[in-house]
């Protein structure tokens, strides 16, 4: 936190990363039950703050829950954070990868339980642009990028359709951090609105929520969790909640970089 500006580059703020991963684990107690491995990946694992916090929850709610954690992660410095995190929690480390996960998926056999991720916001993908567009054109919906390709200055939408590639038939959900890019840019026949549309006819949008501006270190610009479950309950069917919760936050003593608003327990709660 003390490095501001750049803290953004290697670092979710605490209180967001506790919203999102109590997000995907809500009505989730099924699948943490004694006895199962519940198993959690985030591709752009950072210093680990996601997988650590899934941990936490699980065992929270059952003390005797089994989690394998899995991430892979560009940053050299933040890889090794990560797994020395994962080694102090006795967590294995052969399931922390280094290097770039769009271009070079180092888990691409895996699929898992639940998946977290808050992917660089209007990062371009050109230096990665031929080994994306080889796998969409040579495997299309085979491989991570069959529905399309958003433009080449902002990936974010990338990470998801990597994200949903490793969903489980049985069923997984989804947790990701974007701004507003992937929802509004595009229009009709474009990379990012044939994204949209095969998410939204195989019905894998649950829930959208609009955050407070100015909660991430680097930017004080609109965010969104985006939760995403192939396997619906009836009642959630066909349909997509959007909740807005851009007033719920409180104001921070002393900002960090752009940093000003933070969510307390009982917001997230």
């Not at 271009?103 to 691409?108: F, K, V």
Request: negative net charge.
């Amino acid at each position: 936190e003390s490095s501001n500006d750049t803290a953004g580059e290697h670092f979710t703020p605490r209180d967001v990363v506790h919203l999102a991963t109590s997000l995907v684990f809500t009505n989730q107690d099924d699948k943490l039950q004694p006895g199962k491995i519940v198993t959690i990946y985030d591709p752009t694992a950072g210093t680990g703050g996601f997988l650590s916090e899934s941990d936490q929850y699980v065992q929270s709610i059952n003390s005797g829950g089994r989690v394998s954690l899995f991430g892979q992660e560009l940053n050299g410095e933040s890889y090794a954070i990560c797994k020395a995190d994962m080694l102090i929690k006795n967590q294995s480390i052969d399931s922390i990868k280094f290097g770039n996960t769009l271009s070079d998926d180092q888990l691409p056999a895996e699929h898992f339980d639940f998946m977290l991720a808050n992917p660089p916001f209007g990062v371009d993908w050109k230096k990665i642009e031929k080994q994306v567009k080889d796998e969409h054109r040579v495997k299309g919906y085979n491989g991570r990028f069959g529905p399309g390709l958003p433009r080449v200055n902002d990936g974010a939408m990338l990470f998801l359709l990597h994200l949903i590639s490793k969903m489980k038939e049985s069923g997984s959900r989804i947790g990701i951090i974007l701004n507003g890019s992937p929802l509004f840019t595009g229009g009709a026949g474009s990379g990012e609105s044939e994204i949209r549309r095969y998410i939204l006819e195989n019905d894998l949008l649950e829930a959208i929520i609009a955050l407070p501006t100015d909660m991430f270190y680097n930017t004080g610009i609109a965010t969104y969790v985006w939760v995403l479950n192939n396997q619906k309950p009836a009642e959630r069917q066909d349909q997509v909640q959007l909740i807005n919760a851009t007033q719920r936050f409180a104001k921070m003593r002393r900002s960090l970089g752009s940093k000003r608003n933070y969510l307390e327990e009982d917001q997230i709660n």
